[in-house]
């Protein structure tokens, strides 16, 4: 086929409108941190030095609280369980307070100490495998959040039994979106995005004065598409579920969120919990709580947490919602159905 010169000039014409366009659409900033994509944008408020300050305050806090690096604070901490109280820093007393504050409410369920059950099961690695049941019974002896010793005033956080291991996963996303949200209103910003790997917290508005549009994705698939649209500002969303970290072993599949009763994964009904809350950590740490307590305990639980919704997605692709959402979610996928 034939393309005439003028044709060629007119097509480039075109693609030039299509980039410098492209080029002014305010661009979320984008990094791998947490092993998780952190992305947020500030729209037309996004300056290159904005976003540096932003995710160089996040790389710090995965200095500080990574249970995947041998040089994080979290890491010293766990070194020297049995042995001596580690100077902790203000970010890991306030995440592992709040942190016992949940564990405590759901007798147990949520646990911080469950770093050595985490490390037998290896979820997300390529070597996850099921354990033996004596390695599981071995771990399970040193999940104990109550062997956990906070010194608020010198700032201090003892382990009391050896091999024991804290693991912040299922909260401390939460209190780092919860950090960077109040640096971005700080400098008078109130319009923003931010998600780190599934924390979700809406600022403000859309331009035009309506709510965002938060999505929740999926939860039968890894990166899925968002089946059901929420309208939200000024809060945040947390999901947890069985799509992301899992392997399967004899067609039986293994997630991430362990039950620190048995020493296995969760086992229920459900597919995914989403928490929506002004606090992004209280999200992050209930959706696991949630998911681990199941939905009908869940409904209970909730009673102490006025304020905070959930959409819980079970394995008959019914979706169940708290009373604060009827009307204002939207699903998008019909194969996925309301729960009268
Ligand atoms: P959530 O439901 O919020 O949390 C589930 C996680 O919590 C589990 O993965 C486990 O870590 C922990 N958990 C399991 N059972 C319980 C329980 N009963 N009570 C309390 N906690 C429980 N992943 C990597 O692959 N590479 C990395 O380098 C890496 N670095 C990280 C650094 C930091 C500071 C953090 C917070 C996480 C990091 N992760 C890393 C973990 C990764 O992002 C996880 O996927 C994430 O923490 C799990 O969060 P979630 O929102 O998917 O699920
Ligand atoms: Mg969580």
Excluded at 60 to 76: F, H, P
Excluded at 250 to 265: A, E, F, M, S, V
Excluded at 306 to 315: C, L, M, N, Q, Y
């Amino acid at each position: 086929m034939r393309i005439k010169m003028g044709t060629v000039i007119l097509l480039l014409f075109f693609l030039l409108i299509l980039i410098s366009s492209c080029n002014k659409a305010p661009q979320a900033h984008t990094e791998i941190i947490f092993g998780t994509v952190c992305s947020i944008n500030l729209f037309k408020k996004g300056t290159e030095k904005r976003y540096q300050e932003l995710f160089a305050r996040l790389n710090e806090l995965d200095q500080i609280l990574s249970a995947n690096r041998d040089d994080s604070t979290i890491a010293k901490i766990n070194a020297a369980a049995g042995l001596h109280p580690v100077h902790a820093g203000k970010e890991i007393i306030e995440i592992l307070s709040s942190a016992l504050f949940y564990a405590e409410k759901s007798e147990g369920l949520f646990n911080p100490a469950i770093g050595p059950l985490v490390r037998l099961w290896n979820i997300g690695n390529e070597n996850a495998r099921v354990p033996e049941p004596a390695a599981i019974t071995q771990a399970l002896l040193l999940v104990d959040w109550k062997s956990i010793h906070i010194d608020s005033e010198n700032e201090t956080v003892f382990l009391e039994k050896p091999g024991m291991l804290l693991d912040l996963g299922a909260i401390a996303k939460g209190y780092a979106a919860n950090e960077v949200a109040s640096m971005i209103r700080s400098w008078g910003i109130s319009r923003g995005i931010i998600d780190l790997g599934g924390n979700i917290v809406t600022l403000g508005n859309k331009e035009k004065g309506t709510p965002w549009h938060i999505g929740i994705r999926n939860p039968e698939l890894s990166g899925g598409n968002s089946i059901i649209s929420l309208y939200a500002s000024d809060v945040s969303m947390v999901t947890s579920g069985i799509n992301e970290r899992f392997f399967i072993e004899n067609q039986k599949r293994y997630h991430h969120i362990l039950d620190p009763k048995t020493g296995y994964p969760a086992e229920n009904d459900l597919l995914s919990v989403s928490v929506i809350s002004p606090d992004s950590m209280e999200a992050d740490a209930l959706s696991t709580t949630l998911f681990l307590l199941g939905r009908e305990k869940s409904i209970t639980f909730l009673a102490a947490f006025p304020g905070v919704e959930a959409v819980f997605i079970d394995k008959t692709r019914a979706v169940h919602v708290t009373n604060g959402l009827f009307g204002s979610l939207k699903i998008r996928d019909s194969s996925f159905y309301l729960y009268p």
